[in-house]
């Protein structure tokens, strides 16, 4: 990535309905540069159907990303649901290059009462196979876990960063707000993301900050974490100190907006960033 595109978490509100093709247009008429394919209820995209949404994506020059079902828990006491995560990652990652999708992204897991080390075991160990088997079939994406929005789930920023470390083909998916949700309103400050963006930089290097794969919306949350997903004007995020911050650590890739308001927040997030350059 040589610069940072804005995308919509799905297809455009104004475009609801239509289909994925249909989105991907109203993405490029927008003024917008890419879509995340959102299979948070399950991978319902044939193989023939990604081919027909990457081709219109390629000659609009649209960048796609994937998410992944949110019923994926690869800390899950039974086996049979462990493999069912495991098959789901796959799913994703095999229809997401079908359409030229450049990264995917999931929530790996619940701690369950597991202690973080024997918790971070397990993810590495299957998140290993999922890497080695897309790489078998010859299937090259971005692998990343996301950096989660309750403390009750597997995926802080040292935990994502550790495994991106241990295992060759996964980057962290860092959401930002479920950053500031987890830890009840931390992470809102400059110095708190010039933070995070060391952590990366000195974990992962400066290729890292070259290759992001970001959710950014406003967001309400407890004294647990995250509630719910807000636009940004209803929120507390300093969304505009965090692009900064982004900028002058020199960050490419994919902003992905989970806004209520997906389109009208990706907007006004590019055009603040075009208004710094």
């Keep these: 990535m040589d610069r940072m595109n804005f995308a919509t978490a799905g297809i455009p509100l104004e475009c609801s309905g239509m289909g994925s093709e249909e989105g991907v247009r109203c993405v490029r008429k927008l003024g917008l540069d890419g879509m995340e394919l ?18 219109v994506a390629r000659e609009l020059d649209v960048v796609l ?41 999931y929530h790996a897991a619940y701690y369950q009462g597991l202690g973080k080390e024997k918790a971070y075991q397990q993810v590495r160990k299957l998140t290993k196979e999922i890497v080695e088997t897309l790489q078998r079939e010859g299937v090259k994406i971005w692998v990343r876990p996301e950096t989660t929005g309750k403390a009750t789930q597997w995926g802080d920023l040292e935990e994502i960063v550790k495994l991106s470390r241990d295992v060759e083909g996964v980057l962290p998916c860092v959401d930002f707000s479920h950053l500031h949700a987890r830890t009840a309103g931390k992470f809102n400050s400059k110095s708190e993301w010039e933070g995070v963006m060391k952590k990366l930089e000195d974990g992962l290097g400066k290729e890292a900050l070259k290759n992001m794969h970001i959710h950014l919306s406003g967001i309400n949350y407890g004294q647990k974490g995250e509630l719910n997903h807000l636009v940004l004007a209803d929120s507390d995020l300093k969304w505009q100190d965090l692009l900064e911050v982004l900028r002058d650590f020199g960050c490419c890739g994919v902003v992905v907006c989970e806004s209520p308001n997906i389109e009208g927040d990706a907007l006004l997030m590019k055009g603040f960033w075009e208004s710094m350059s």
Excluded at 38 to 55: C, D, T, W
Excluded at 85 to 95: E, F, H, I, N, Q
């Design 38 to 55: 959102e299979f948070v209820r399950g991978v319902n995209m044939g193989l023939e159907l990604a081919g027909r949404v990457g081709r």
């Design 65 to 105: 990303t994937a998410h992944g079902p949110y019923y994926i828990n690869l800390l899950s006491k039974e086996r049979a649901k462990r493999e069912a995560s495991v098959k789901r990652v796959l799913d994703t990652a095999r229809v997401a290059v079908a359409a030229g999708a450049w990264s995917i992204t």
